[in-house]
């Protein structure tokens, strides 16, 4: 059996019992267990003991080579024949195309190699080692002259070095000393100024003595103008309110009207409903919206159970519709698609039949669809009254307002009173602090001058400060000067005693460059020098795979000839092994056939001969005709006394005991009744051979014939 999962790939389990013991389990053991036990393979089986409705029409053919293919297939040689053939010309193929790549990477290496070439990149190799000696030596004697050229650079570097600190370290000093005389004269100029500064210091002490009454006065005002600004911030604040509270009882009036206007619109609306809803007075107010979902509710399952029935209808209509089609197409004297009888009389019933149900489901499926129709109306109107539903619950959510807007309002008209009050007094407050604008930005402007002043005078006295500190610095500059010149002249001596020479740094860097050219130059013969030696010993290691390479392909090559040569040859004697088979079985099926139909015609016809094309003569007397020479009824017992030899030939050849069962399906076409009686009594000369002989037929006359019956009839 199988096993279906959703969304997997289909299980299958087989088990397989045997003489009450099961002997198998699983698709695979099953299968080799039943192969075991009847000797053959599911196809030989099948051409053992079935014989298919045209099996006994291809025996009498007479097209040329259609019998021979049929016995072929059904012997299984022509798998044998065909199935070899293209495996070994596959094989023949694929081992053709490695043939050619082979000759073809062969030819290529063959090509390229030269073996006078090999001898001389042994010698150049050879050469360019003995060079490579050379110009080693020479890279060690410029590299020994370079070291003693080297030092003595060195020791010039460091007395060039000595030198230039030394012309550095004057030109450091002679910049410092001209630093101090620059500085030296810059505060000489600005000690000048210090007694003018002085007096200006003086005179500015007189106006700010008089900053702290200044500054007092200021402070009573700042504290008079902050009490007045916290009051004209307090009135802005309560007129912001007033026009707020001022707002809000306006608004809270106008939703007391829209309310007052809403209860009027509310009566009318649900008055409306009830009408087109046709809901009565028992149904309060408050429920109305949940009346109408219920209706609409029980008229969209109404409205389910008609559509279902529709596409029941139409659905019954298109089945009822397909099987009309069939037996108009059948016609009177066509088959019953149910009953596989003739139709014959009972056409004009069965087509009344059809006719009175499609009238039955038409006026059915009409009378629905009315229905529906109604239904729907009934569901529209609901629909139509949902805006003033919705009208009605909000509505009525508003209406729970107006009491406390009510309250609100009175609420918001004593905020206001309370507002005005506050405002007047406050006014009230302002005219007693005295305050004046005018008096307190001249007292500012007062102290903001004479802080000027003090900013100035306190400046002064640092500049008075500073410059009887610069007649000190004046006093330090000129020592310092005095030590720089000395200092100086310490490291002029120093300069003209020097033994440096810049001459001899350009000959000495002059001769180092050159050795330098000198080892770069033998460097890159040294290096173009590996490379030729590296070139040419790769040569030489590719000609020495490419030997290697040529010998293998040969090898190779030798090899794959002989494979294809010896694939030849099985192909050729397969194809006469063929022949010989189907000799063999000629032979054996000649006897078989010989010996049945003697027991089929009693011994009227004893002997059948079958040539290469397996075609048929019958020795008549005392020569071989062909079938078409025989009357049909005589050729349907050739056929049968064929088919059965081929089921012996094949039980036979698999060691299976011959006393096995025999089905012959729909063999009689459209034989008369005399061909017909001709080969059951064919047959009946068999029942000694094969006590199980099964015919598949459609025919009811020959029922009575058979000691057993099984009717197969349609649901």
């Known amino acids: 059996h199988r096993t279906f ?38 196809v030989d089986f099948r051409n053992t003991i079935y014989a298919a409705q045209k099996d006994l029409l291809t025996l009498l053919e007479n097209t040329p080579g259609r019998r021979k293919e049929w016995f072929l297939r059904a012997l299984g040689i022509d798998y044998v024949k065909t199935e070899s053939d293209r495996l070994l010309r596959e094989h023949i193929d694929a081992k053709d195309r490695d043939l050619r790549l082979h000759e073809g990477e062969l030819k290529g290496l063959i090509d390229r190699y030269d073996p006078e070439e090999l001898s001389k990149l042994q010698k150049l190799v050879e050469q360019l080692s003995i060079e490579r000696k050379d110009l080693e030596d020479r890279m060690v004697s410029h590299t020994e002259r370079r070291k003693e050229v080297a030092a003595e650079l060195h020791r010039f570097q460091e007395k060039k070095t000595e030198y230039t600190r030394l012309v550095e370290r004057h030109a450091s000093l002679s910049g410092d000393k001209k630093d101090l005389v620059r500085q030296r004269e810059r505060l000489f100029d600005q000690v000048k100024s210090l007694p003018g500064l002085e007096k200006e210091c003086q005179d500015l002490e007189k106006e700010v003595s008089a900053l702290d009454a200044k500054k007092q006065n200021l402070e009573g005002l700042r504290n008079k103008k902050s009490e007045y600004e916290r009051l004209k911030s307090e009135i802005r604040f309560t007129e912001k309110q007033w026009k707020e509270l001022d707002t809000r009882v306006g608004k809270t009036r106008a939703n007391i009207e829209i309310i007052d206007k809403d209860a009027e619109r509310l009566a009318s609306l649900r008055k409306g409903v009830r009408e087109l809803l046709r809901i009565g007075p028992q149904i309060p ?34 089945n009822l519709a397909a099987d009309w089609k069939i037996i108009e197409e059948a016609g009177p004297h066509g088959i019953c698609p149910l009953c596989r009888q003739t139709l014959g009389a009972h056409y004009g019933q069965i087509e009344g039949e059809f006719s009175s149900r499609f009238d039955r489901i038409e006026k059915e499926a009409l009378e629905t669809c009315e229905q529906k129709d109604r239904v729907t109306v009934e569901k529209d109107r609901i629909d139509q009254q949902k805006p003033a539903l919705r009208e009605i619950r909000g509505i009525s959510e508003r209406l729970k307002n107006r009491l406390q807007l009510e309250q609100d309002l009175q609420e918001l008209l004593a905020a206001l009173r309370r507002n005005e009050e506050e405002r007047k007094s406050l006014a009230d407050r302002i005219v007693e602090s005295g305050y004046d604008e005018t008096a307190f930005l001249q007292a500012e402007r007062d102290v903001r001058d004479l802080e000027r002043v003090q900013v100035r005078c306190i400046e002064l006295g640092k ?20 030590d720089k010149e000395g200092e100086i002249a310490h490291i002029t001596a120093a300069i003209e005693n020097s033994d440096f020479n810049p001459e001899l740094g350009t000959r000495l860097e002059g001769t180092l460059e050159g050795i330098d050219s000198g080892i770069r130059a033998a460097g890159a013969e040294i290096a173009a020098n590996s490379e030729r030696v590296k070139g040419a010993r790769e040569k030489i290691e590719r000609y020495k795979k490419d030997e290697e390479a040529i010998e293998e392909l040969k090898s190779r090559k030798a090899g794959l000839e002989e494979e294809i040569g010896l694939l030849r040859l099985t192909r050729s004697m397969i194809g006469e092994y063929v022949l010989y088979l189907m000799q063999v079985v000629r032979s054996r099926i000649e006897g078989e056939v010989s010996h049945i139909i003697s027991e089929i015609t009693g011994g009227r016809y004893e002997q059948v001969l ?39 030939y094949l039980a036979e050849l698999h060691h299976v005991h011959e006393s ?40 009811p006359d020959i029922q009575g014939e058979f000691s057993n019956t099984l009717m197969v009839e349609m649901a």
């Open 285 to 318: 107010d408050t429920d109305l919206e949940q009346a109408a979902q219920s209706m609409e509710a029980n008229l969209l399952h109404t409205i389910g159970t008609l559509s279902a029935r529709l596409e029941h209808l139409v659905e019954e209509r298109k």
């Open 5 to 42: 999962k959703k969304g997997k790939t289909i299980q299958h389990d087989a088990t397989f019992h045997k003489e009450g013991k099961l002997r198998a389990t699983g698709v695979s053991q099953v299968e080799a267990e039943v192969r075991r036990t009847l000797g053959m393979g599911p």
């Open 610 to 648: 079958l040539d290469e094309d397996f075609n048929l003569l019958v020795r008549d007397i005392d020569d071989d005709f062909p079938i078409n020479r025989f009357s049909g009824g005589e050729q349907d017992d050739i056929a049968v006394a064929l088919r059965i030899a081929l089921s012996r």
């Open 463 to 482: 500049q008075i400060a500073h410059g009887k500190a610069q007649m000190s610095q004046l006093e330090a500059l000129g020592t310092r000067i005095q």
């Open 660 to 699: 096995t069962l025999l089905i012959f399906d729909e063999i009689f076409g459209s034989q008369d009744e005399e061909r017909r009686t001709n080969l059951l009594s064919a047959l009946r000369t068999q029942e000694s051979r094969f006590p199980q002989i099964i015919l598949i037929s459609h025919i």
